[in-house]
């Protein structure tokens, strides 16, 4: 299998490759897989307080080069969205713009769940409720 | 000066030997005759070469030319020596004894046969991906008619005690039948000293040519009959019809002549470069080598770079250096290796796995930059890996609570 050119210039020089302080009130954390899965993605999200928009995103992922790209990506997309703006990012844009095959449709199913995981972790700490999701379907 | 991309995947195929392309070309062309056309001279031309590398291939391996069954590759030739005995010793029993480590090939036939009626076990290796011999022994009954283990492991390159194992199978009157696709032509393999029965070993592992493989099939001491599993011509002495494969074969034959003429001196190379690279990936921290360190082919390591992942680990050097995983991700089914799963790796270190597979043209620049390129990408994707960062701040990873997809 080869990979498109998007998926290989992400992996080759991820964006946004890092960690943000997560006791911070206004820093969401979201970590979504499993080591025995063989990914897992950690993405982070710190808030403007005044506007709610998101003024940097960070991630990590141990995965295939579609997981980096993917968390590579959402990242990029998160930077200067609402927080519920960003809960409009859907995994098929992911695969449409990184030309994902199908058997890695399951990378960009786990960025998105790592933005709701991030979002809503943003909002428990902020005494909102937590956003349900229905359950992904992943793998 | 280096070319790429880098072959190091040589449990996978070998290359062409030029020497065996040389001895294959007048077959195709001139020579292109009929090995069972009796009456003239095309076809007599074209048995005289086939009996030429039947004496080759035997030679290789200890046998009498007469005990080798050429047919279209090693995964035939497994098909019918496993289906073959159970068909023909069906009045003696119906019990096979296996191993879970064993090649796809193996086991699917296995799993045929218990549909068929038949009773398999499968004996779980231990850690170093070596069977346990008293298991073994134990594991026979009056009804078992074959032992069928591995001589070599394709993904972690473990070497099986074949002499230990032949022993327990005479005496309790049980065939011996190997899969030695990955050690004929690397390691000094004869049937005879190691008492082996049957046994599939394929060309194209060698540096011959693809769709070509044998089965060695004992004519004394017992004398091993099997039940074609293609009928047709009779050819083969009945045990595999099928109009001979001539260039084929004789580039088969010229692979067995290379191999046991340059074996010796080949592994001394090839053992030296590939100790070389172990060594050295194993100095990377948190690197851990999977199967026996001791009983091993010559050319093969596999490593598992732990916080990493195979797929994207191989996705830093793939324009340049090919190699294999076990990852998950490189398979449809999207489960890790079940070979490193049965040394009781974790499903994480399986995934984190990369085998190397030296060979005949394998140099020392080309395994300097491969130490280069995998240390400077492991330690890359480690700094981007959760994982890493969780192991570095000491956090117990059991103690987190996964979603498991």
């Known amino acids: 299998m080869s990979y498109s050119e998007k998926v290989i210039d992400h992996y080759q020089n991820p964006k946004n490759v890092g960690t943000l302080d997560k006791t911070k009130s206004n820093v969401g954390t979201g970590l979504v897989g499993a080591p025995e899965c063989g990914d897992v993605m950690r993405l982070q999200i710190e808030v403007d307080e005044t506007t709610g928009v998101i003024k940097d995103a960070k991630f990590k992922t141990f995965g295939c080069g579609s997981a980096i790209a993917s968390s590579s990506l959402a990242t990029e997309w998160l930077k200067g969205k609402s927080v519920d703006e960003a809960m409009t990012i859907d995994n098929m844009t992911i695969v449409e713009e990184l030309n994902l095959p199908p058997v890695k449709i399951h990378c960009s199913v786990l960025a998105e769940d790592a933005i709701k995981a991030a979002v809503n972790d943003y909002r428990v700490k902020n005494g909102l409720p937590a956003l349900k999701f229905d359950e992904s379907v992943v793998h | 000066m280096l070319n790429f991309p880098i072959y190091l995947d040589h449990n996978a195929t070998t290359p062409c030997d030029p ?22 001279p095309f076809g007599w031309q074209a048995e005289e070469a086939v009996d030429y590398a039947r004496e080759q291939v035997a030679k290789l391996i200890g046998a009498d030319p007469k005990e080798i069954i050429f047919t279209s590759g090693a995964t035939e030739a497994d098909n019918l020596a496993i289906k073959g005995v159970f068909e023909m010793y069906a009045s003696k029993g119906n019990h096979i004894i296996t191993c879970n480590i064993e090649h796809k090939a193996v086991l699917d036939t296995c799993k045929h046969i218990e549909k068929e009626g038949g009773e398999v076990t499968y004996l779980k290796v231990k850690d170093n991906g070596l069977i346990d011999l008293n298991e073994l022994e134990a594991a ?90 293609i009928d047709g011509g ?74 990493v992942e195979g797929e994207g680990l191989m996705m830093g050097f793939n324009k340049n250096i090919a190699v294999s995983s076990g990852s998950a991700c490189t398979s449809a089914s999207l489960e890790p290796s079940y070979v490193l799963k049965a040394l009781g790796l974790g499903d994480d270190l399986a995934h984190s796995s990369l085998r190397f597979g030296l060979g005949r043209f394998t140099t020392e620049d080309q395994i300097d930059y491969t130490i280069e390129q995998v240390t400077k990408t492991v330690n890359k994707l480690r700094d981007m890996s959760p994982l890493w960062e969780m192991y ?12 498991h997809h």
């Open chain 2, 19 to 40: 020497r065996v392309v040389d001895a294959m070309v007048p077959y195709f062309t001139n020579n292109f005759g009929n090995a069972a056309s009796r009456n003239h």
């Open chain 2, 234 to 307: 009779g050819h083969e002495r009945g045990m595999r019809s099928g109009t001979l494969n001539v260039p084929g074969i004789v580039g088969f034959g010229k692979a067995c002549e290379i191999c046991l003429n340059e074996m010796e001196e080949e592994t001394k190379r090839i053992s030296k470069l590939r100790d070389k690279l172990q060594t050295e990936l194993l100095k990377v921290e948190e690197s851990y080598l999977n199967g026996d360190k001791e009983h091993k082919l010559p050319h093969v390591t596999n490593i598992s770079f732990k916080y």
């Open chain 2, 392 to 403: 570095k701040e000491g956090i117990d990873m059991n103690s987190i609570e996964w979603a």
């Open chain 2, 140 to 229: 026979i009954k009056p009804t078992t008619i074959l032992i069928a283990i591995m001589y070599a492991n394709n993904e972690i390159g473990t070497v099986m005690p074949m002499k230990e194992i032949s022993a327990i199978a005479k005496k309790h009157g049980v065939l011996v039948f190997t899969d030695a696709v990955q050690a004929v032509g690397k390691i000094p393999v004869d049937v005879n000293k190691d008492g082996i029965d049957l046994m599939a070993f394929t060309a194209h592992k060698m540096y011959g040519p693809k769709g070509v493989g044998a089965l060695y099939v004992r004519r004394k001491n017992p004398r091993v009959k099997v039940t074609a599993q």
